[in-house]
């Protein structure tokens, strides 16, 4: 049996290999994601006015209860995503998820509780028609800044990428929604999680698929 030299091997099995372009540091590669996010949600306000009875509704607690959460789903959705590109960082994405996720349901669940009741008598602002607007402004935000994180995501070595676009899909369109959220004059518990924490989920739904394709083509030097 003839043997192959060490170096002919070595090109043999690297052959096929795909190569991958520069990963940055994901400290700073997140903190980037989330700088973008927070120039969006100040434009966003400088165009649209912040909700004029946003102090009052932080005092109250309910507003402060879901903007928190759409914070952490944004911010541990986006770290997920950009943690699921490096193989040694399996721990840190799963980490993100649930603090993502967990930040947000726990902000919902807790505003709903405790302050679902002096809201409920005002249903208009709950109804369809109501929170559509909000729901669609939220995943607008949310595609540059998924296209964004998809390039990020892209150059590192992500074997996952229908799991991985899911999760920066949910943490672009929380950072659309906390947008949302600051800007939107509709006063209601309800339509705050319907309309504005909800959000993330409808962006999962609509953004998921093409991002993921993106960063497949994008990852294969497309």
Same mark, same amino acid.
């Given at each position: 049996?003839?043997?192959?030299?060490?170096?002919?091997?070595?090109?043999?099995?690297?052959?096929?290999?795909?190569?991958?372009?520069?990963?940055?540091?994901?400290?700073?590669?997140?903190?980037?994601?989330?700088?973008?996010?927070?120039?969006?949600?100040?434009?966003?306000?400088?165009?649209?006015?912040?909700?004029?009875?946003?102090?009052?509704?932080?005092?109250?607690?309910?507003?402060? /209860? !879901?903007? %928190?959460? $759409? &914070?952490?789903?944004?911010?541990?959705?986006? =770290? #997920?995503? +950009?943690? @699921? *590109?490096?193989?040694?960082?399996?721990?840190?994405?799963?980490?993100?998820?649930?603090?993502?996720?967990?930040?947000?349901?726990?902000?919902?669940?807790?505003?709903?509780?405790?302050?679902?009741?002096?809201?409920?008598?005002?249903?208009?602002?709950?109804?369809?028609?109501?929170?559509?607007?909000? /729901? !669609?402004? %939220?995943? $607008? &935000?949310?595609?540059?800044?998924?296209?964004? =994180? #998809?390039? +990020?995501? @892209? *150059?590192?070595?992500?074997?996952?990428?229908?799991?991985?676009?899911?999760?920066?899909?949910?943490?672009?369109?929380?950072?659309?929604?906390?947008?949302?959220?600051?800007?939107?004059?509709?006063?209601?518990?309800?339509?705050?999680?319907?309309?504005?924490?909800?959000?993330?989920?409808?962006?999962?739904?609509?953004? %998921?698929?093409? &991002?993921?394709?993106?960063?497949?083509?994008?990852?294969?030097?497309?």
């Amino acid at each position: 049996m003839k043997r192959v030299p060490t170096d002919e091997l070595i090109a043999m099995l690297a052959r096929d290999l795909r190569p991958t372009g520069h990963v940055g540091r994901l400290r700073t590669e997140l903190a980037t994601v989330v700088g973008a996010a927070i120039v969006v949600m100040l434009l966003l306000v400088e165009f649209r006015g912040i909700t004029p009875n946003a102090l009052s509704l932080v005092s109250i607690g309910a507003f402060a /209860l !879901v903007a %928190a959460g $759409l &914070l952490g789903a944004g911010v541990g959705g986006c =770290a #997920a995503a +950009l943690a @699921s *590109a490096r193989p040694d960082r399996e721990r840190l994405a799963w980490g993100g998820v649930v603090v993502g996720m967990g930040g947000l349901v726990l902000s919902a669940g807790v505003a709903t509780h405790s302050f679902g009741g002096v809201f409920f008598a005002d249903r208009t602002t709950t109804t369809l028609q109501a929170v559509l607007p909000c /729901l !669609v402004r %939220a995943i $607008l &935000l949310a595609i540059p800044l998924s296209l964004f =994180a #998809a390039r +990020l995501v @892209s *150059a590192g070595a992500g074997y996952h990428l229908g799991w991985t676009a899911r999760v920066f899909a949910f943490g672009a369109t929380a950072f659309g929604g906390l947008a949302v959220h600051f800007t939107c004059p509709a006063p209601g518990i309800w339509h705050w999680i319907i309309g504005h924490a909800m959000a993330p989920v409808a962006g999962v739904a609509l953004l %998921a698929a093409p &991002l993921r394709a993106l960063t497949r083509r994008w990852g294969q030097g497309g």
